[in-house]
């Protein structure tokens, strides 16, 4: 049973920093390309960054490119986000899955609000 369990979301001031991370199970994590994707508030879910099977090699939203950093543990099963520099628009919930369809079922995400 594929499970994803993500955390280190909380409440931030503007310029602000946070770690996410997400410990997956029940499938080949080294496997697997990683990304990070968010949902806020009224809007659709969006691809955040991705991090290849090794760690070798990242993508980013045009948005957080400068500001996040994707990267991996592959002996601990876990994906990471580092958020630098964070700003109001970064709030929303925050997932880990596989970089493409088919997606394992979601986890419940990891909330972030960045407010002053």
């Known amino acids: 049973q594929v499970q994803l369990v993500e955390s280190g979301g909380g409440l931030v001031q503007p310029g602000g920093s946070l770690r996410l991370s997400c410990a997956a199970s029940g499938f080949t994590f080294r496997a697997s390309a990683m990304s990070w994707y968010r949902q806020a508030p009224g809007k659709e879910r969006e691809l955040v960054a991705t991090i290849t099977r090794a760690g070798g090699s990242t993508n980013y939203a045009d948005s957080v490119k400068g500001r996040f950093t994707i990267s991996r543990d592959n002996a601990k099963n876990t994906v990471y986000l580092q958020m630098n520099s964070l700003k109001t628009e970064d709030t929303a919930v925050y997932y880990c899955?596989?970089?493409?369809?088919?997606?394992?079922?979601w986890g419940k995400g990891t909330l972030t609000t960045v407010s002053s």
């Open positions: 899955n596989v970089d493409q369809p088919p997606y394992y079922t």
